[in-house]
Nanobody, 117 residues
């Protein structure tokens, strides 16, 4: 069974940092691009970052470019999102997703990030 488990969220002050993790199982992890999405209260879920398979090419939403870094460790079936210089507008539930026609329908529980003083 496909499973995605996000972790690492929490409450941080503006300007702070967090590293999110997403551990995947049930599919050949290294064969698929992976992404991070986020959904803020009252907002549509938005794409934050993408990393290719097995790695290398990355893309970011303009709102996080220069502050966030996506990476992956295929030996651990894990994709990371390093979040620096956090802003209140980064507050959201963060989710990971695999880029496959059947895999894209699978989501984990998400991890909550709150940026507030």
């Amino acid at each position: 069974q496909v499973q995605l488990v996000e972790s690492g969220g929490g409450l941080v002050q503006p300007g702070g940092s967090l590293r999110l993790s997403c551990t995947a199982s049930g599919f050949p992890f290294s064969s698929y691009a992976m992404s991070w999405y986020r959904q803020a209260p009252g907002k549509e879920r938005e794409l934050v970052a993408i990393i290719g398979s097995p790695g290398g090419v990355t893309k970011y939403a303009d709102s996080v470019k220069g502050r966030f870094t996506i990476s992956r460790d295929n030996s651990k079936n894990t994709v990371y999102l390093q979040m620096n210089s956090l802003k209140p507008e980064d507050t959201a539930v963060y989710y990971c997703n695999a880029h496959g026609d059947q895999l894209r329908d699978y989501w984990g529980q998400g991890t909550q990030v709150i940026v507030s003083s």
